[in-house]
């Protein structure tokens, strides 16, 4: 009959005097006894001295596994699927457009609407034109004006070339020697024309020697003339006066109408300054612009 340690309850071999297990001994107590080791087995509280065991707490560490509310971590990650939930902005404007009682909701999108609407450009577009066809209009207008201006300056002598050229545009109303008439009006005034020799070095009507001292024109008048004329003469070393030559006078002045013992009446023009050999011209007007000339003489000195 097998024997058990009274005190750990351990199988001992039969026949032992002591237990290999916790040392009790064995041969003092009775074979039958051994169920007693009911009571031994209270003993087993010294099985809790095997807290070795109680390492199982280590097992304890599995809290350690907890990290098992990673997987909840990961479900936040889920929902970032909220992001998703933008989504309901799309139905937002879906359900605007039937929704008649949200009208105010979908007036947001209203504004891009009606700038797209053709009808807006469409009026600044005609604006511009109007503005354009106006321009157009104003331009033409002030273009047929100059050209109405240059029409008229150029029948009148008054734009285009030289001054003598310009003059000669004018109809002659009269032409004698060495000089021409340009103005009707004036013409009735006129009794006689003509260049003078004052000191004899004129050799024929309007050529004078290198001695010459003067070249004198006088304008013979009745009494009707009473205003004084304007006059001035130009230089040039040949007969054609170019625009140089006649860009500034030698001399200008007015003169009035003066009269003799006769009763005669002359509008004497005397040139007398800077003098030499060549060409020279002489211009009669109403005014010192030369614009509306009265006479155009030629002269020369050999």
Do not use: H
């Amino acid at each position: 009959m097998a024997n058990f340690c009274p005190n750990c309850g351990s199988q001992a071999k039969e026949g032992a005097s002591f237990c290999a297990v916790c040392g009790t001994r064995l041969n003092a107590i009775p074979a039958a006894p051994v169920a007693e080791p009911a009571p031994a087995v209270e003993a087993a509280p010294a099985v809790e001295a095997a807290p070795a065991v109680e390492a199982a707490p280590v097992v304890e560490a599995a809290p350690e596994a907890e990290p098992a509310p990673v997987a909840p971590v990961a479900a936040p990650m889920a929902e970032a699927a909220p992001v998703v939930e933008a989504a309901p902005v799309a139905p937002a404007a879906v359900p605007t457009p039937g929704a008649a009682p949200q009208p105010i909701a979908f007036e947001a999108p209203s504004g891009p609407i009606q700038s797209t609407t053709p009808s807006d450009p469409q009026p600044a577009k005609k604006k511009s034109k109007a503005g354009l066809i106006i321009l157009f209009c104003c331009i033409g207008a002030v273009a047929l004006v100059g050209i109405g201006v240059a029409v008229f300056a150029i029948l009148k002598g008054g734009l285009g070339g030289t001054i003598l050229e310009r003059i000669e545009k004018k109809d002659k109303v009269d032409s004698g020697k060495k000089f021409s008439v340009y103005d009707e009006d004036f013409n009735d005034y006129i009794e006689e024309a003509r260049w003078w020799d004052y000191d004899d070095t004129m050799d024929k009507d309007g050529v004078y020697d290198e001695y010459t001292e003067t070249l004198a024109f006088s304008i013979e008048v009745n009494d009707d003339a009473e205003d004084d004329v304007y006059y001035a003469y130009y230089f040039s070393k040949d007969k054609e006066f170019d625009e140089k030559d006649l860009s500034k006078p030698i001399f200008s002045d007015s003169v009035a109408p003066v009269e003799y013992n006769d009763g005669s009446i002359y509008y004497n023009v005397d040139c007398s300054k800077s003098l030499k050999k060549g060409y020279y011209v002489v211009i009669v007007a109403s005014d010192e612009s030369l614009k509306n000339p009265y006479i155009v003489a030629y002269a020369e000195i050999k």
